[in-house]
């Protein structure tokens, strides 16, 4: 499908070093974004939409979502939560592993069988067009080289430090060099005890386990001491995930820290979701708000810590808007009756954006209303249109 956005008020690229262009449309063939800039004509496409204004900005990659099998979180007992979350601008998902699995397994055989299956489930199943990674491998004691060569072979390519049963946080080190010699992304909770058996694992764990991702480094949901938090800034490269379901006030001081350091692009947003905080669809919308509105971080910044520094994080071909990349495309705006005349002013108020349409793998999935938002204050349309679909959101 040959598909063109215009009108656009503001691009927002998700690339923290230029998260402004100029122009006024993107043009998508097939799964990829071909040019973004100003248009020429459109009368050569399968769909245009009339962005009415609105800005447009990347999907919003969660990297930090509860997974289990199918859209559904034993968690919180809820079915569609996935679907759901789309409608707050989330494009991508990553699993967080799937802890949450009831009677989940605990040993080597058990882990990779659950880290293949959850993979292998996802691969093609895309809730409400969601992209979700799922299949992170548990780090449990009797793991070996030869466990992490099987499932990267299978197309495993996370593992999550946290839950394991180790005597001390310490004992994961060689577990986590051992999936880094198979090109995992490698990941560690981080903080206090999120589930009855895990336990807390502060900056020294941390530092010496020498993992990709600090999982919600400001508290999931409990926070570390303030004083292991420059550690982390100052003696890793570690990127530092923040997520909704945590501590909001160690979120503020992590911003902070990296600002002085001048390394915004190791700060990631995502959520914790679903977890004993319940399903949170607008999650990413209010960590952004949050960091905008209360710890100095310019809006078209906050909007790249949710989506570009996400994708270069896990190496991901979304979360950017230029040519070539995928084409996940959210058109946001400032929510109707509000103070605000437009999406960067409503984060920098404290405000969420209202999103006003979302296209995932170059297919529109909505187009005028969220479910979960707001109306925005302007409103996008499908100007033309050669395939026998409205593309409405008016059934929400």
């Given at each position: 499908?040959?598909l063109?956005?215009?009108?656009?008020?503001?691009?927002l690229?998700?690339?923290?070093?230029?998260?402004?262009?100029?122009?006024?449309?993107i043009v998508?063939?097939?799964?990829?974004?071909?040019?973004v800039?100003?248009?020429?004509?459109?009368?050569?496409?399968?769909?245009?939409?009339?962005?009415?204004?609105?800005?447009?900005?990347?999907?919003?990659?969660?990297?930090?979502?509860?997974i289990?099998?199918?859209?559904?979180?034993?968690r919180?007992?809820?079915?569609?939560?996935?679907?759901?979350?789309?409608?707050g601008?989330?494009?991508?998902?990553?699993?967080?592993s799937?802890?949450?699995?009831?009677?989940?397994p605990?040993?080597?055989?058990?882990?990779?069988?659950?880290?293949?299956?959850?993979?292998?489930?996802?691969?093609?199943?895309?809730?409400g067009?969601?992209?979700?990674?799922?299949?992170?491998i548990?780090?449990?004691?009797?793991?070996?080289?030869?466990?992490?060569?099987?499932?990267?072979?299978?197309?495993?390519?996370?593992?999550?430090?946290?839950f394991?049963a180790?005597a001390?946080?310490y004992?994961?080190?060689?577990?986590?060099?051992?999936?880094?010699?198979?090109?995992?992304?490698?990941?560690?909770?981080?903080?206090?005890?999120?589930?009855?058996?895990?336990?807390?694992?502060?900056?020294?764990?941390?530092?010496?386990?020498?993992?990709?991702?600090?999982?919600?480094?400001n508290?999931?949901?409990?926070?570390?001491?303030?004083r292991?938090?420059?550690r982390?800034?100052?003696?890793?490269?570690i990127?530092?995930?923040?997520?909704?379901?945590?501590?909001?006030r160690?979120?503020?001081?992590?911003?902070?820290?990296?600002?002085?350091?001048?390394?915004?692009?190791?700060?990631?947003?995502?959520?914790?979701?679903?977890?004993?905080s319940g399903?949170?669809?607008?999650g990413?919308?209010?960590?952004?708000?949050?960091?905008?509105?209360?710890?100095?971080?310019?809006?078209?910044?906050?909007?790249?810590?949710?989506?570009?520094?996400?994708?270069?994080?896990?190496?991901?071909?979304?979360?950017?808007?230029?040519?070539?990349?995928?084409?996940?495309?959210?058109?946001?705006?400032a929510?109707?009756?509000?103070?605000?005349?437009d999406?960067?002013?409503?984060?920098?108020?404290?405000?969420?954006?209202?999103?006003?349409a979302?296209?995932?793998?170059?297919?529109?999935?909505?187009?005028?209303?969220?479910?979960?938002?707001?109306?925005?204050?302007?409103?996008?349309?499908?100007?033309?249109s050669?395939?026998?679909?409205t593309?409405?959101?008016?059934?929400?």
């Open positions: 499908m040959k063109a956005i215009f009108n656009i008020g503001k691009i690229t998700g690339d923290i070093g230029a998260p402004v262009i100029a122009g006024d449309s998508v063939e097939g799964s990829r974004i071909t040019a800039g100003t248009s020429g004509a459109l009368s050569d496409y399968d769909v245009t939409i009339d962005a009415g204004g609105m800005m447009a900005m990347p999907g919003l990659i969660d990297s930090h979502v509860h289990t099998f199918g859209d559904y979180t034993p919180q007992k809820t079915v569609g939560f996935l679907e759901s979350y789309t409608h601008g989330v494009t991508t998902s990553i699993s967080a799937e802890v949450h699995v009831p009677g989940r605990k040993d080597p055989a058990g882990v990779k069988a659950l880290a293949i299956a959850a993979r292998k489930s996802f691969a093609h199943y895309r809730p067009g969601m992209r979700v990674h799922a299949g992170s548990i780090l449990e004691p009797g793991l070996t080289d030869q466990d992490f060569a099987d499932l990267a072979r299978e197309g495993v390519w996370l593992a999550k430090a946290g394991g180790f001390t946080p004992e994961y080190e060689p577990y986590v060099a051992m999936a880094k010699r198979q090109n995992m992304v490698t990941m560690v909770h981080t903080g206090g005890s999120s589930i009855p058996g895990s336990s807390g694992i502060w900056a020294d764990h941390v530092l010496k386990m020498k993992a990709d991702v600090s999982y919600h480094v508290g999931g949901p409990i926070a570390m001491p303030d292991d938090f420059p982390l800034v100052n003696e890793s490269e990127a530092m995930q923040v997520c909704t379901a945590g501590n909001l160690t979120t503020l001081l992590v911003a902070d820290l990296l600002k002085k350091a001048g390394r915004y692009d190791r700060l990631l947003i995502a959520t914790d979701t679903p977890t004993g399903i949170m669809p607008l990413m919308l209010y960590t952004m708000s949050h960091l905008a509105a209360l710890g100095g971080v310019e809006p078209e910044i906050a909007v790249a810590m949710a989506t570009g520094n996400n994708a270069k994080t896990y190496r991901l071909n979304s979360g950017i808007l230029a040519a070539g990349r995928d084409a996940d495309i959210v058109l946001v705006d929510c109707l009756g509000g103070s605000q005349n999406a960067l002013a409503a984060l920098k108020n404290g405000d969420i954006m209202g999103v006003g979302v296209i995932t793998d170059g297919v529109p999935r909505f187009v005028g209303r969220s479910r979960n938002t707001p109306e925005t204050t302007r409103r996008a349309k499908v100007a033309q050669r395939i026998p679909q593309f409405s959101g008016e059934a929400h």
